[in-house]
């Protein structure tokens, strides 16, 4: 199995930032993908960014575009979401999870069934 754990969330306020971390460890060959995906309550999830293994290639959710950058640790299996201009619309639990192997079609890349572990989400509360 493949464990990850998020970290960095937090209350924030409106135009602030927010760095969040996602460490994975277990057996990650074959690994294809990492994806992060947010949701609120009463709405179903939603894509956020996802960065390919190597880290060289990333994808954003046209709700974030332009909003948030992913990068990935050299020296090891963490990946970072770096978060700027927050909004109340981003309050929402984040989980990252990671996608084995690889998908194809039109977004596949934003479809949550594609991803295969989960971690157990971080909490962002954005207030104005």
């Known amino acids: 199995q493949v464990h990850m754990v998020e970290s960095g969330g937090g209350l924030a306020q409106a135009g602030d930032s927010l760095r969040l971390s996602c460490a994975a460890s277990g057996d990650t060959s074959g690994s294809y993908v990492m994806g992060w995906f947010r949701q609120a309550p009463g709405k179903e999830r939603e894509f956020v960014a996802s960065?390919?293994?190597?880290?060289?290639?990333?994808y954003y959710g046209d709700s974030v575009k332009g909003r948030v950058t992913s990068s990935r640790d050299t020296g090891n299996n963490t990946v970072h979401v770096q978060m700027t201009n927050l909004e109340e619309a981003d309050t929402a639990v984040y989980y990252c999870t990671v996608m084995l192997g690889y998908c194809s079609g039109d977004g596949c890349y934003t479809d949550p069934d594609n991803y295969q572990y989960w971690g157990q989400g971080t909490q962002v509360t954005v207030s104005s």
């Open positions: 960065i390919s293994w190597s880290g060289r290639t990333t």
